[in-house]
């Protein structure tokens, strides 16, 4: 079963600094994998999709990697912004078109 | 505007009650998907359906039911048999095949 884990649970930091969160998957049989965001109270906003053929994306100030032999991903955003405070979360797809989360990491950006 | 629509925002469910929780989209979607989420935690699916009128038992299917009579509709029943169903609950949707996935606004049940 696959099982995802976003370490660390919480982060902060000033602003301008770059972000970078990790999500790890213990299944590298994946066949993408999914970053998003969400606000309290709120639904997810899909951020960036990676394709298992594929080693990165980017969009803006997001770049997510993919290292499906190590079973990592991660997500690096630039020039953190007190908008950026959010939770991340990431999410792999492996076989029955099912979607696995980790955890989240709630991110606090300081002005 | 494209998208999916959960409705009502907050519900508030006496003991013993069933109820249901709607999930609208207009995507021309053909999987959605149920998900529940405590407090601090990821999503748990519930229940997801990959064509009208099929849908599969997901991780916590327990004390749950759905239906899906239509493309743009896949409705969850929170039964009594659901001993703890104080959560948030999002419902999403994508194209088949390992597209991106969209989600709703969620749904905050309560037990009170």
């Known amino acids: 079963k696959q099982e995802v884990t976003q370490i660390p649970a919480a982060l902060s930091v000033p602003e301008g600094e770059n972000l970078v969160l990790n999500c790890s998957f213990t299944?590298?049989?994946?066949?993408?994998l999914q970053w998003f965001r969400q606000d309290p109270g709120k639904g997810l906003t899909s951020l960036l999709l990676?394709?298992?053929?594929?080693r990165e994306q980017t969009s803006g100030r997001l770049n997510a990697s993919l290292d499906k032999s190590s079973g990592r991903s991660t997500l690096y955003i630039a020039a953190s912004q007190p908008g950026d405070s959010a939770t991340y979360l990431c999410?792999?797809?492996?076989?029955?078109?099912?979607?696995?989360f980790g955890g989240g990491t709630r991110v606090l950006v300081k002005p | 505007d494209g998208g999916i629509t959960q409705s009502p925002k907050y519900l508030f469910r006496k003991e013993g009650q069933n109820v249901t929780l709607s999930c609208e989209q207009n995507?021309?979607?053909?999987?959605m998907y149920w998900y529940r989420q405590d407090p601090g935690q990821g999503l748990r699916l519930i229940y997801y359906?990959?064509?009208?009128?099929?849908?599969q038992k997901g991780d916590i299917a327990e004390g749950y039911s759905v239906s899906r009579e239509k493309k743009e509709s896949f409705p969850l029943t929170v039964t009594s048999a659901q001993k703890n169903p104080t959560a948030f609950y999002l419902c999403?949707?994508?194209?088949?095949?390992?597209?991106?996935?969209?989600f709703g606004q969620g749904t905050r049940l309560t037990v009170v």
């Open positions: 299944d590298s049989a994946i066949y993408n």
């Open positions: 359906s990959q064509i009208v009128n099929d849908f």
């Open positions: 995507l021309n979607h053909d999987a």
């Open positions: 990676i394709q298992s053929s594929q």
């Open positions: 999410a792999s797809e492996a076989a029955g078109n099912k979607l696995t």
């Open positions: 999403a949707s994508r194209v088949q095949g390992g597209a991106e996935a969209f």
